[in-house]
Structures are given as C-alpha cells and as structure tokens.
C-alpha cells in the first residue's frame, strides 16, 4: 500500500514538475446555441522546454480533440491532429482557421459568460505525459489581443483563461 502511495505521489510530482514549463495565455471557448453540438476552443500555448500537445479532455464534450484548417488547393479542409508539437520557447497559437481545440458532441449549451473545464495532455522529450487542468471563459467572439495581453485569466487577477505552470 505504501509503495503505491509512494509511486502515485512521484507520478504527480512529475506531472506538476513538467506542467510548470507549459504557459497558456489568451484562452477562451466559441459560445454556442442551443442544438449547436460543436465549437472550438482557443488559446496561445508556449512549452519552455519543449513539449507535445498529446490530447484534451473537457466534460463538456463528448469528443475533444486537436484540429487543423488549412487551404488545400481551393478547399479548406478541416482534420484531426493527434499529436501537435510545441517547439521550446516558441508560442503555438490555437485560433480560428488554423490549429485549434474541437468541443464535440455537446452535452449541454456553452453561452456567452458562462466557463469551459478543459484538461491538456501533455508530453515531455522523455515521454513523460502530465496534465494541465485549465478553466477557459465562453466568449461570442475572440478577446481583444490588448486584454489578453493585459491579463484576463491571469491567475494573479482572479480571471480565467491563462495559466503559468
């Protein structure tokens, strides 16, 4: 019993260890009607050391994955993406038209000011996996890039959205 004490105590100081060099700023949630079964889900991801983005989980969804949009000839195609690398140091921006979180399979409706549970997957160099536990804000339309920067969801300001680890 100890030993499994022991090992999932070390298990989460590894987690928590590998979270603290991931930062998300700018987080928010596409709002949604009532019988909308999908959004999407926005934010900046920066990894100090490097990392790989290996999943999301929300509560909210029956599905949520990693998603890219891009122009393929004259058609922009939209698909899933497993595994999204996170360059050291280099911010990875999710936003409309280009990598981003699919919330599918609503279980409810997500309107405007309401909030967005949201678990990052994560993953190290090492193989390492760790999770980032994020509450992002129901927005109609992207936050202003001067309050982002000015810090809703700060952790410090009591806002949600952005997380330093």
Not at 8 to 31: D, F, I, N, P, Y
Not at 70 to 94: F, N, S, Y
Not at 99 to 113: A, C, N, R, T
């Amino acid at each position: 019993m100890k030993f499994k004490l022991l090992t999932a105590a070390l298990l989460l100081a590894c987690s928590a260890l590998h979270a603290q060099t991931v930062e998300v700023k700018g987080a928010w949630v596409r709002a949604t009607v009532p019988g909308q079964k999908g959004t999407g889900a926005f934010m900046r991801i920066t990894a100090k050391d490097g990392a790989k983005l290996v999943g999301v989980l929300s509560p909210v969804a029956g599905v949520a994955e990693v998603h890219e949009m891009k122009m393929e000839g004259d058609i922009m195609r939209m698909r899933a993406v497993p595994v999204l690398d996170l360059p050291a140091g280099q911010t990875v921006p999710l936003q409309p038209g280009g990598y981003h979180v699919m919330l599918m399979e609503l279980k409810q409706p997500l309107p405007k000011g309401s909030t967005v549970p949201l678990t990052l997957r994560l993953q190290d160099a090492k193989g390492v996996e760790s999770r980032l536990e994020l509450t992002l804000p129901v927005s109609a339309v992207a936050p202003s890039a001067a309050a982002n920067d000015a810090g809703p969801g700060d952790e410090k300001s009591g806002h949600h959205g952005e997380h330093k680890h």
